[in-house]
C-alpha cells in the first residue's frame, strides 16, 4: 500500500505558485532603488513572493523596509558590496540537503534575502496541499547556501 502523505511530502513540487506564472521582477538583488513613500533610496537586499506578488525588502540606512513595485523605482545601479554573489537565483531547482531518506526538491521562487553578509534562501519546505498540523506553524524556510545542492536536470 502507498503512503500518499509521505509520497506528496517527499515528492517533487513547485512552489509557490502551484502552476502558475508568476510575473518578472521590478528590480534585482543590491540594485540601488527609490522609496515613493518615504522618498529616500536604499538598496535591494531580499525579494519574496508574497500575497501573490514580489515583495522587495530595501535597505535604507540599516533600517529594512518592504514594499510591492508599485513602491519603488529602480535606478538599473548596483550597489558594490563586499559580499560574494548568490549561489542560487530565483526560481532555480535545487535539493535541501538532510539526513533523512525523502528527497527534498523545490524551486527558489520563494526568494532569497541577504542577512548579515550571507545569502540565505527561502523554500517551501512542506506542501501546501497537505493539511496543517499543530506541530508545524510554517511551511517556509530560510536556509543557508550549504544547506542546499543544485539540481541538474
Not at 513613500?37 to 535604507?60: A, M, V
Not at 528527497?103 to 523554500?123: D, E, P, Q
Request: hydrophobic content about 40%; charged content about 15%.
Amino acid at each position: 500500500m502507498i503512503d500518499n502523505v509521505n509520497a506528496l511530502k517527499t515528492s517533487w513540487y513547485l512552489s509557490p505558485s502551484w502552476g502558475k506564472i508568476m510575473p518578472p521582477v521590478e528590480v534585482n538583488l543590491l540594485e540601488r532603488v527609490y522609496l515613493r513613500t518615504s522618498k529616500t533610496f536604499g538598496y535591494c537586499c531580499g525579494i519574496q513572493w508574497k500575497h501573490e506578488c514580489w515583495l522587495y525588502s530595501i535597505d535604507c540606512r540599516n533600517e529594512i523596509v518592504h514594499a510591492t513595485q508599485h513602491q519603488i523605482i529602480g535606478t538599473g545601479d548596483l550597489v558594490p558590496l563586499p559580499v560574494p554573489k548568490s549561489a542560487f537565483v530565483l526560481g532555480e531547482r535545487v535539493m535541501l540537503c538532510s539526513h533523512d531518506k525523502g528527497a527534498k526538491h523545490r524551486l527558489l521562487t520563494l526568494g532569497i534575502a541577504l542577512v548579515n553578509n550571507s545569502w540565505f534562501y527561502l523554500v517551501e519546505f512542506i506542501s501546501p496541499q497537505l493539511t496543517p498540523t499543530l506541530t508545524i506553524f510554517n511551511r517556509f524556510s530560510l536556509v543557508g547556501e550549504k544547506s542546499l545542492m543544485r539540481v541538474n536536470l
